[in-house]
Nanobody
């Protein structure tokens, strides 16, 4: 059982930045690819990024590419999502999830473990 915990969400103005963190307090993330998903009210959950097990590659959905960066620090057992140039349409609850590898499809079925999410609100 892998329990994931997200943190770092909050209220930010348009154009601002936030860094989300994903950790596993009782386990190690070392062997997992970590995806980031978000879900806005009334919308389906969408995958926006996935970082490989070793952290040497990351994938991004077009809507966040160039603004969001995923990284991982295996020594700290933490994966990060740096979010810059935030827009009101980025408002959502953000989740991290663990999978065996990044497939590029962002199918929720490929991710076996999920965190509870952290809210990001972009508003002036």
């Amino acid at each position: 059982q892998l329990q994931l915990v997200e943190s770092g969400g909050g209220l930010v103005q348009p154009g601002g930045s936030l860094t989300l963190s994903c950790t596993a307090p009782s386990s190690t993330l070392y062997y997992y690819a970590i995806g980031w998903f978000r879900q806005a009210p009334g919308k389906e959950r969408e995958g926006i990024s996935c970082i490989s097990v070793g952290g040497d590659s990351a994938e991004y959905r077009d809507s966040v590419r160039g603004r969001f960066t995923s990284s991982r620090d295996n020594a700290k057992n933490t994966v990060y999502l740096q979010m810059n140039s935030l827009r009101p349409e980025d408002t959502a609850k953000y989740y991290c999830a663990a999978a065996a590898y990044c497939s590029g499809s962002y199918s929720v079925d490929e991710y076996d473990w999920w965190g509870q999410g952290t809210q990001v609100t972009v508003s002036s």
